[in-house]
């Protein structure tokens, strides 16, 4: 979304042609945080012994990658990030911008709540959203459901926005290890997201006002609840050393339902298909 995982949230990014390359390489956007979950589905699969010298467990890494300027953009910049992944007794884990308790662990399974930052969006970020305003950050809540198996992984989330009129969201994993040879191994990951209302007008809709404001002259907009993406991805792993190992992310994304056919994604000012791509390193303590 995800330490390992940190070095591939900067690894969210949009590819698209003729796309221009932005200058702000220091942003965190839902991009990197999306990209980040990603890497870190797939290192629970590739890497399922994660720590266990210690009560506590850190990770620590960098990464680099190209990320979308907003979800649906079809401009992308270059993104340099830390990595943290940091968990006690496979219980509490804080990764990135989330941090999560394990209330049950019975066998394959874990279920328990979480609180994450959830980034803004700003109308400076790229020419298609001039006008529209910004989009504060804020903070989610929810809680999770995740089953992994030594070759498999499957992880649901409900995430509610503290934020007024901000709306709920609904995130879905599925991975599975595809093949392991020597240090060299290789995961598939396939996510969706569904948002209720409120999150698809804050992200893809346009209001009347906005619309009088828009720079780009973007027509009022009023999206329905619904999957808003799918995407699937293939995330390698080189170990290194015992401790020290290479990743590399690459995936392929699609906006669905009105997100999709929102005035910020299409009509020339964004793309609906989108691509994320990066590589990093991670070390163990």
Same mark, same amino acid.
């Given at each position: 979304?995800?330490?390992?995982?940190?070095?591939?949230?900067?690894?969210? &990014?949009?590819?698209?042609?003729? &796309? #221009?390359?932005?200058?702000? %390489?220091?942003?965190?956007?839902?991009?990197?945080?999306?990209?980040?979950?990603?890497?870190?589905?797939?290192?629970?699969?590739?890497?399922?012994?994660?720590?266990?010298?210690?009560?506590?467990?850190?990770?620590?890494?960098?990464?680099?990658?190209?990320?979308?300027?907003?979800?649906?953009?079809?401009?992308? @910049?270059?993104?340099?990030?830390? *990595?943290?992944?940091?968990?006690?007794?496979?219980?509490?884990?804080?990764?990135? %911008?989330?941090?999560?308790?394990?209330?049950?662990?019975?066998?394959?399974?874990?279920?328990?709540?979480?609180?994450?930052?959830?980034? +803004?969006?700003?109308?400076?970020? %790229?020419?298609?959203?001039?006008?529209?305003?910004?989009?504060?950050?804020?903070?989610?809540? +929810?809680?999770?459901?995740?089953?992994?198996?030594?070759?498999? *992984?499957?992880?649901?989330?409900?995430? /509610? &926005?503290? #934020?007024?009129?901000?709306?709920?969201?609904?995130?879905?994993?599925?991975?599975?290890?595809?093949?392991?040879?020597?240090?060299?191994?290789?995961?598939?990951?396939?996510?969706?997201?569904?948002?209720?209302?409120?999150?698809?007008?804050?992200?893809?809709?346009?209001?009347?006002? /906005?619309?009088?404001?828009?720079?780009?002259?973007?027509?009022?907009?009023?999206?329905?609840?619904?999957?808003?993406?799918?995407?699937?991805?293939?995330?390698? @792993?080189?170990?290194?050393?015992?401790?020290?190992?290479?990743?590399?992310?690459?995936?392929?994304?699609?906006? *669905?339902?009105?997100? &999709?056919?929102?005035?910020?994604?299409?009509?020339?000012?964004? @793309?609906? /298909? /989108?691509?994320?791509? +990066?590589?990093?390193?991670?070390?163990?303590?």
């Amino acid at each position: 979304m995800k330490a390992v995982c940190y070095m591939m949230g900067l690894l969210g &990014a949009t590819v698209s042609s003729g &796309a #221009g390359m932005a200058n702000d %390489n220091i942003v965190v956007s839902s991009g990197l945080s999306d990209a980040f979950e990603t890497v870190q589905g797939g290192l629970d699969l590739l890497i399922p012994g994660m720590l266990r010298r210690h009560a506590f467990q850190l990770r620590l890494g960098a990464g680099f990658g190209i990320t979308p300027d907003y979800r649906g953009s079809d401009d992308y @910049r270059l993104k340099v990030l830390p *990595l943290i992944d940091l968990r006690y007794k496979d219980r509490l884990h804080l990764s990135y %911008n989330r941090l999560s308790y394990s209330v049950v662990r019975e066998g394959y399974w874990s279920v328990g709540p979480f609180v994450k930052y959830k980034a +803004g969006r700003t109308e400076k970020r %790229n020419a298609a959203l001039a006008g529209l305003g910004d989009i504060a950050p804020t903070a989610e809540v +929810g809680v999770f459901a995740k089953y992994k198996s030594k070759r498999a *992984l499957m992880d649901v989330e409900f995430r /509610q &926005a503290l #934020g007024h009129g901000r709306g709920a969201s609904v995130r879905f994993m599925a991975g599975h290890a595809l093949f392991k040879k020597g240090d060299f191994a290789v995961a598939a990951i396939i996510e969706g997201k569904w948002r209720s209302k409120a999150e698809m007008q804050t992200y893809f809709g346009v209001t009347e006002e /906005q619309a009088a404001r828009s720079e780009s002259g973007l027509l009022a907009f009023m999206p329905s609840a619904g999957v808003s993406e799918v995407s699937i991805n293939i995330l390698g @792993r080189y170990q290194v050393s015992d401790r020290h190992r290479l990743l590399a992310l690459i995936g392929y994304g699609h906006m *669905l339902g009105d997100a &999709a056919y929102s005035p910020v994604v299409s009509g020339g000012m964004g @793309r609906r /298909q /989108q691509v994320i791509a +990066g590589v990093g390193f991670t070390i163990d303590f």
